[in-house]
C-alpha cells in the first residue's frame, strides 16, 4: 500500500511539474441561439462543387497571393480520408470566378496501396508561397508533414519533407515576434525561420513518451492515459500579455459542447495542462484571430442544441481575449449534398480566415462536398454592416 501511495504521488506530481502549475485564462463566450442575433451582409463565391467524382471536398484554407486569391483543400473521390485522397487549389483575381481545380499534391502508393494527403493550410513570406500538406498511410501511420513552395502560385517545387509527423490543423501563424507555429491536435510545432520550411521542433502539453505521430486517429490515446477527452484540432491567439491561448476541439465520446484550452507563456516552447472553458462548441473546426482594430476574434460554430449540425456559421468578437461576448450570423443557409460519403455532412465545414484590404474572408466545406468562400466587410463591424 505505501509503495501504491508513493507511486501515484510522484506520477501526480512529475505531472504537476509537466503542465506546469497555473491555470489557463478563462476564456468564454455567450451564444446560446441565434434568435435576435444580426445576419452579417456578406458576398459568397462557390469555389468547388462536384460533377460526377472527386466528390469528397474538405480542409480548405485560402490566402491572398501577389494579386489573386489562392485556396487549397482536400480531394477525395467518395468518401473522407481514403486512399487516394489529393490536394488541389484554385485561384481567382475577383474573388467571383475562381479557376478549375488543380493538383497540388499527389498520393504515394506505399505496399501497392495509395496513402492520404491532407490539405495543412498556406502561408507566404517575402514573395514566396508555401504550401502545406500532411500524408500517411491507409492505416493512418507514418505520418508526414510535406511543403511546396511557389513564387507565382502556379509553378511549385519539389516536395519539401518537414520532418514533423503531424497532419495539421491550421498552417503556420505568426506570434508577436515572427515565431510560426502550426496548430495541430496536441503538437503545435514552432520555427524561426521566416519561411516556415526548416527548423521545425516539436511542442505538446503531452509528455513526449505518450506519441509518435499527431493525426486524425493518433490523439485519442495520449489524452485517455492523461486523463482527458479527446482533443483536438486547435487554434490559437496571443494576447497583449504574449500569452499563446490555443482552443482545442472536443470530439467523439467526451464531446460535452465545450472548447478546452492551453497556454503558452514561452512563446510556444512549452504548454499548459488543458482544461475545458465554458466557450460553447458544436464539435467542429473553428478559427481565432485579431481585426485591425486589436479586437480578438472567433468564426466558428458555437450552437450546442444541434450536435455535429454545423450550422449557423457565427462570427464573435472580444475587446480582451476573455470574453467573446459580441455576436454575428456570418451564414445559415442550407447546403443539399449531391452523393453521400463516409462521413460527409456539416452545413459549414473546417472555417479558415484571412483579413485583407479591410475584408474579412471565411473559407468552408458545404457538407464536405462543396468549397465555398464567403467575405464581409470589417468597416462599422458591429453598425452598418448588420441587418
Not at 24 to 40: C, E, M, V
Not at 169 to 187: A, M, V
Not at 308 to 323: F, I, M, Q, T
Request: hydrophobic share 35%; net charge neutral.
Amino acid at each position: 500500500m505505501y509503495f501504491d501511495i508513493k507511486f501515484r504521488f510522484t506520477v501526480a506530481l512529475l505531472l504537476s511539474f509537466s503542465f506546469g502549475f497555473s491555470q489557463p485564462l478563462a476564456i468564454s463566450n455567450n451564444y446560446q441561439t441565434k434568435s435576435g442575433i444580426p445576419h452579417l451582409k456578406i458576398e459568397r463565391s462557390m469555389i468547388y462543387a462536384p460533377g460526377k467524382d472527386w466528390l469528397y471536398n474538405h480542409h480548405p484554407s485560402i490566402i491572398h497571393f501577389k494579386g489573386r486569391f489562392i485556396a487549397i483543400w482536400s480531394d477525395g473521390l467518395i468518401d473522407e480520408d481514403s486512399p487516394g485522397q489529393r490536394v488541389v487549389y484554385a485561384t481567382s483575381a475577383d474573388f467571383f470566378h475562381w479557376s478549375a481545380a488543380t493538383p497540388l499534391a499527389l498520393p504515394t502508393k506505399i505496399n501497392d496501396t495509395l496513402t492520404v494527403l491532407t490539405a495543412a493550410g498556406l502561408y507566404q513570406h517575402k514573395g514566396t508561397l508555401v504550401a502545406y500538406y500532411g500524408e500517411y498511410t491507409h492505416n493512418r501511420q507514418n505520418t508526414h508533414l510535406w511543403a511546396k513552395t511557389s513564387k507565382d502560385g502556379e509553378h511549385w517545387s519539389q516536395p519539401i519533407d518537414l520532418h514533423v509527423p503531424l497532419i495539421p490543423n491550421h498552417g503556420p501563424e505568426p506570434t508577436k515576434n515572427g515565431r510560426l507555429i502550426i496548430s495541430g491536435n496536441f503538437l503545435f510545432p514552432y520555427t524561426d525561420d521566416p519561411y516556415g520550411i526548416s527548423g521545425w521542433k516539436i511542442s505538446s502539453p503531452y509528455p513526449d513518451s505518450l506519441y509518435k505521430q499527431d493525426n486524425s486517429a493518433a490523439f485519442y490515446s495520449p489524452a485517455a492515459k492523461l486523463g482527458l477527452p479527446p482533443l483536438c484540432e486547435g487554434s490559437f491567439f496571443q494576447t497583449d500579455d504574449n500569452i499563446l491561448h490555443m482552443l482545442l476541439r472536443v470530439t467523439g465520446k467526451g464531446w460535452k459542447g465545450r472548447l478546452w484550452v492551453t497556454e503558452s507563456k514561452d512563446n510556444g516552447e512549452s504548454w499548459s495542462r488543458p482544461i475545458e472553458t465554458p466557450f460553447s462548441d458544436n464539435d467542429s473546426k473553428f478559427h481565432f484571430g485579431r481585426l485591425p482594430d486589436k479586437r480578438f476574434y472567433y468564426v466558428g460554430i458555437p450552437d450546442t442544441l444541434h450536435h455535429y449540425e454545423r450550422n449557423p456559421l457565427v462570427l464573435s468578437l472580444s475587446a480582451d481575449g476573455k470574453k467573446f461576448n459580441e455576436n454575428y450570423i456570418i451564414a445559415d443557409e442550407l447546403y443539399h449534398l449531391k452523393k453521400e460519403g463516409l462521413w460527409k455532412g456539416g452545413q459549414y465545414g473546417y472555417p479558415h480566415t484571412i483579413i485583407y484590404k479591410n475584408y474579412m474572408y471565411v473559407i468552408i466545406s458545404r457538407q464536405k462536398e462543396s468549397i465555398e468562400v464567403l467575405r464581409f466587410g470589417l468597416k462599422g463591424l458591429g453598425e452598418s454592416q448588420t441587418f
